[in-house]
């Protein structure tokens, strides 16, 4: 570990409710669903409809512009529902399990006898491939492309995350076939970034990856910012991140030839009774995951769900599923409240980066936010702010004012080719005009995808 | 705070859309916002928000402005009982001679700022209203800033119709908040010294009552330590002769004539303290305006070619609105430079612009505001080359990455 990358910029948010290092077992969910809106650069068709009977692995989407790629159910049972939205589009299907998990089965051989297109072929038909995610614009990767590297983040440095190395601490066979099968994939290498004490655990031992060690606050952890780091993306360039649980997947499904979703996810947040750890199938309801353990709120308040971390997680209804892609669950207090002067009041309770609060003097306090804005949306007016929650040479501003008035060339100079909703979290967080500066990020990537493809 | 709430929540249906009052909304949200932080949650991205706001922003500006608001109204009342002899410079302060310096200038600033804001505000309001945006804080800000850099013998009518053009042609023309090339309040004051020129400049409009000129004692002279360094560069002369014996500790302290604001370094240094602790202001840009004017009046010692140039270096940072339009103009974060390299290059451009006005131009002794306002145009073309730098940086890879 000679050379660690030190990250200067970047913030820690301490929240209450991190979670206890245990695995606490959990009954199976009565539903598990998947969400369209999980999958970036995926338009959903469905190929079930409802009352189907479908398998662990049996595809229940596939993508209209390129329909190799699918989306498969994670349990087996029946397809109980189809919900849709607005303009009749996709918000979940739903199927509930049947008593015994049956599998999908695929044609498998040995990891080492598989060649590029083997692996490709039987990661789409397995569903797997959602999980390779391609850099620029963090879409789902096109599998007729050759990557030039794939980057794995080793470690989640956003407030309340799980620790991987706690979460796949019996899964190193798993992730050293993983990661076996993404070189197959590429010409390139296989990086694997690691926080700097890591290198005792799992992670750090795992095989056929090149290491990068890593140290400062988060977004350390963003692969965007790793990659960034070691082998930047310019302009022509294509590389492919993968989430580290998902590669342990990945392998389980090449050592096993099921689609074995099991995953372990930390619940966590200040409205959680025992934040804990979890292992879960992907898709399972929030209820059967956070059911019983929500402190009771008074009348009038109300919890916020999310599924992921505080600053890039979607937001679930008791009654939703969680993401195709969570290590995380988060509950965290409603903000609905007024606040009387409190634009002006010392708000001891408060979390800022300003001086004009007091949580500077407490670095190590852990803070109960809840969802209020705490201010309204104004044009951007503070400068020198924003480039100080992103360790990227970028200028965070110029590139969102250049999102903002459409110019590709413009975005393209000032760097949304590398950078993905998450990297600009922090830069919205601390943001006293309250944009939202993750949604311009997707429109201008959005933008980007429609006028050069 | 319950009862005043559930009055909120009950009027407010009146100035929603169809309500009686629809065209006041703005002006109700204004007030609203202002006694409550709003309810609103995240609804997408990070779901928890940083505790600060533009409101609390602009309030910290607004607080570390107040010791200079103090000092002008001791000020203002102290120049005003010295011109007419009640108060001999060698007079001895003591609590009740300062309150009775401080209520006479009250009484004459107040009416100022009242002036300033309602007019400033009124229009905010009206444009809000028109847009239908919400009614921004920067007003706030610039409400405060036009009184102290106006003269206190302005006439109210005057003060009115220049902020009137500040908030209409300096910001609502271009967006509002947010969107203006020019300070505001400087732009108020650029547009009383070019529209009404004799009202503030000379040696008469700075003290209380000195334009009427009655019972004035013969010794006094409402010159600022700025118009007797330019009238002995006018005259040729070989030294200054400091009005009313002045010294730099005067200036310091800030007991001397000037803008109602701006005479008192020390005042505007608390200022400087409370927006550099709370990070609200840059201190790239205030220490580059004092090395940019620092380091071009030693270049001026060095040259010596007139009696300005004569003058200690050191001299510049304490007289005429340098301090002030440091500390709270040339840091005003839309019109000044946005990265942290433009900074720098705009605050030593400021600071030296401004003092060679000073030393080379007799006709105006104040360079400060031409300086700001000149580099408030240039500020997007030195952020234009610093970004430019970063491109070619970024694409510099691309080439090492494509060979």
Redesign the interface.
């Known amino acids: 570990m000679s050379n660690v990358i030190r990250l200067k910029k970047g913030l820690d948010?301490k929240?209450e409710g991190t979670a206890q290092k245990q695995v606490s077992p959990l009954p199976r969910a009565e539903s598990y669903a998947v969400k369209p809106d999980d999958f970036k650069g995926f338009t959903p068709k469905l190929l079930v409809k409802q009352d189907d009977a479908v398998k662990a692995g049996t595809p229940l989407l596939f993508d209209k512009y390129r329909p190799e790629i699918v989306v498969t159910s994670p349990v087996s049972g029946k397809v109980a529902a189809i919900n849709r939205g607005e303009k009749r589009r996709i918000l979940e299907v739903v199927v509930v399990p049947d008593g015994e998990t049956e599998y999908e089965s695929y044609d498998m051989a040995p990891l080492k006898n598989l060649s590029k297109n083997d692996v490709t072929s039987l990661m789409l038909s397995s569903g797997l491939w959602c999980f390779l995610i391609q850099r620029p614009y963090g879409i789902i990767a096109d599998p007729g492309q050759n990557p030039k590297a794939v980057f794995i983040s080793g470690f989640d440095s956003a407030p309340l995350a799980p620790d991987m190395n706690f979460v796949l601490r019996n899964e190193a066979d798993n992730l050293n076939a993983g990661i076996e099968a993404l070189s197959k994939l590429t010409t390139g290498k296989v990086h694997i970034g690691l926080h700097a004490d890591d290198e005792a655990g799992v992670t750090g031992k795992v095989r056929g990856a090149q290491f990068h060690y890593f140290k400062g606050p988060h977004p350390a952890g963003n692969v965007g910012v790793q990659i960034h780091h070691v082998d930047?993306i310019?302009?022509?360039?294509v590389v492919w991140t993968m989430d580290i649980q998902n590669v342990a997947i990945l392998g389980r499904f090449f050592r096993t030839g099921k689609v074995d979703m099991s995953r372990t996810i930390a619940v966590t947040g200040s409205e959680v009774i025992a934040p804990r750890y979890h292992s879960v199938i992907g898709g399972a309801s929030i209820r059967s995951i956070i059911g019983g353990n929500v402190r009771p709120q008074m009348e009038g308040y109300a919890v916020?769900i999310?599924s992921g971390n505080?600053?890039?997680?979607t937001?679930v209804e008791e009654n939703g599923y969680m993401g195709f892609y969570s290590n995380q669950i988060?509950v965290?207090p409603?903000?609905?409240?007024?606040?009387?002067?409190?634009?002006?009041a010392p708000?001891f309770s408060?979390?800022?980066?300003?001086?004009?609060?007091f949580s500077w003097l407490t670095p190590n306090k852990t803070y109960n936010?809840?969802?209020?804005?705490?201010?309204?949306?104004?044009?951007?007016?503070?400068?020198?702010l924003y480039?100080r929650y992103l360790p990227m040479?970028?200028?965070p501003?110029?590139l969102l004012k250049a999102i903002l008035a459409e110019d590709l060339e413009k975005m393209e100079?000032?760097?949304i080719y590398e950078v993905i909703?998450e990297d600009l979290?922090l830069c919205?967080?601390?943001?006293?005009?309250?944009t939202?500066?993750?949604?311009i990020v997707r429109r201008g990537i959005d933008q980007m995808l429609k006028e050069l493809n | 705070?319950k009862a005043?709430?559930n009055y909120l929540d009950k009027i407010k249906p009146n100035f929603e859309r169809g309500g009686k009052f629809e065209k006041l909304h703005s002006t109700f949200e204004a007030f609203e916002?202002?006694?409550?932080?709003?309810?609103?949650?995240?609804?997408?991205?990070?779901?928890?928000?940083?505790?600060?706001?533009?409101?609390?922003?602009m309030?910290?500006v607004v607080i570390a402005l107040l010791p200079a608001l103090l000092f002008g109204m001791f000020n203002v009342g102290l120049q005003h009982f010295r011109a007419i002899g009640d108060i001999a410079p060698t007079t001895s302060y003591d609590f009740g001679l300062i309150w009775h310096c401080f209520w006479f200038g009250f009484l004459k600033v107040l009416p100022i700022i009242v002036v300033s804001y309602v007019v400033g505000l009124g229009i905010e309001f009206l444009f809000a209203q028109l847009r239908g945006h919400?009614v921004?804080?920067?007003f706030l800000v610039t409400g405060l800033l036009i009184p102290l850099v106006m003269p206190v013998d302005i006439p109210l009518w005057m003060v009115a119709v220049a902020t009137a053009f500040a908030v209409v042609f300096g910001k609502e023309v271009f967006?509002?908040?947010?969107?203006n090339i020019f300070n505001p309040a400087l732009l108020a004051r650029a547009f009383v010294f070019f529209a009404y020129t004799p009202y503030i400049s000379g040696e008469k409009v700075w003290v209380a009552g000195l334009t009427k000129g009655e019972g004035i004692i013969d010794s006094f002279s409402g010159a600022t330590p700025l118009a007797d360094a330019a009238n002995a560069l006018a005259n040729g002369a070989t030294t200054i002769d400091w009005s009313n014996s002045s010294t730099p500790i005067d200036w310091f302290l800030g007991t001397i004539p000037g803008a109602i604001g701006e005479t008192s370094t020390l005042a505007i240094l608390i200022g400087a303290a409370i927006l550099l602790?709370?990070?609200?202001a840059?201190w790239?840009i205030m220490l580059s305006v004092v090395i940019g004017g620092l380091g071009i009046g030693l270049v001026y010692n060095a040259i010596g070619a007139n009696v300005l140039m004569t003058m200690p270096a050191w001299y510049h940072l304490l007289v005429g609105g340098f301090a002030f339009g440091t500390v709270y103009m040339a840091t005003d974060?839309?019109t000044?430079a946005?990265?942290?390299t433009g900074?720098c290059i705009y605050g030593l451009l400021i600071g030296a612009m401004a003092v060679t006005i000073r030393v080379l131009n007799p006709g105006y002794p104040e360079g400060m505001m031409l300086a700001i306002l000149l580099m408030n145009a240039l500020a997007p073309l030195i952020d234009h080359y610093v970004?430019e730098a970063?491109?070619r940086?970024?694409?510099k890879?691309?080439k090492l990455?494509v060979k």
Do not use: C
Not at chain 2, 39 to 56: C, Y
Not at chain 2, 277 to 280: A, D, E, Q
């Open positions: 948010i929240l930047p310019v302009k022509g360039d916020r999310i505080v600053l890039t997680g937001k988060t965290i409603e903000g609905n409240k007024y606040e009387f002067l409190g634009w002006i708000r408060k979390f800022s980066v300003s001086r004009s609060y936010l809840d969802t209020n804005m705490n201010g309204s949306e104004r044009p951007f007016v503070v400068t020198g480039d040479d970028i200028y501003m110029y100079n000032l760097g909703e979290a919205e967080f601390v943001d006293p005009s309250k939202e500066m993750q949604a | 705070m005043l709430r916002t202002f006694l409550f932080v709003p309810n609103t949650v995240t609804r997408q991205g990070a779901h928890i928000r940083d505790a600060m706001d533009m409101k609390r922003t309030s910290i919400e921004n804080e920067g967006g509002g908040t947010g969107m602790y709370t990070g609200v840059s790239r974060p839309v000044g946005q990265t942290n900074k970004v970063n491109v940086r970024r694409n890879r691309l990455t």
